[in-house]
């Protein structure tokens, strides 16, 4: 360093002896103190914030705040636990009203005469009922 600032050979004896003097007057317990934080305001504005950090009287709000937040989540868990398996229930309503539909639709295609044919005879029958009694009015 001393030679990059083209020192003459006098004034780099000077500089060296006084770096060690410097060093040698130094205690080597003593240690170098920290500088003086910043003063906190005398009040805050009223919003619990000196120099945007949170006073301790603060804490008890954040606490509660905290403690609010918890009891939320849990209950936002509950409820999103609650309509999950109800839409798992529902699913399965529906699966179960698709395979019984199919099973009804199946049930047509094989036996869709005999059910025609038996609405067929229930309304031939009903009707000839209607003419027994028609008749019996009649006598």
Do not use: W
Request: net charge positive; with cysteine.
């Amino acid at each position: 360093m001393a030679s990059s600032m083209n020192l003459t050979p006098e004034q780099n004896q000077l500089l060296r002896s006084r770096l060690e003097a410097l060093l040698t007057s130094m205690d080597q317990d003593e240690k170098i103190k920290p500088r003086p934080a910043r003063k906190k305001a005398k009040t805050d504005q009223g919003d619990g914030f000196k120099y945007g950090r949170a006073i301790p009287r603060a804490r008890h709000y954040y606490q509660e705040d905290n403690v609010i937040y918890l009891q939320s989540a849990l209950k936002l868990k509950e409820s999103t636990e609650q309509a999950l398996n109800e839409m798992k229930e529902q699913k399965i309503r529906k699966e179960t009203i698709r395979q019984l539909k199919k099973q009804c639709n199946e049930f047509v295609k094989d036996y869709g005469g005999l059910i025609t044919l038996t609405a067929t005879l229930a309304s031939l029958v009903s009707s000839a009922k209607d003419v027994l009694e028609a008749l019996k009015i009649l006598d």
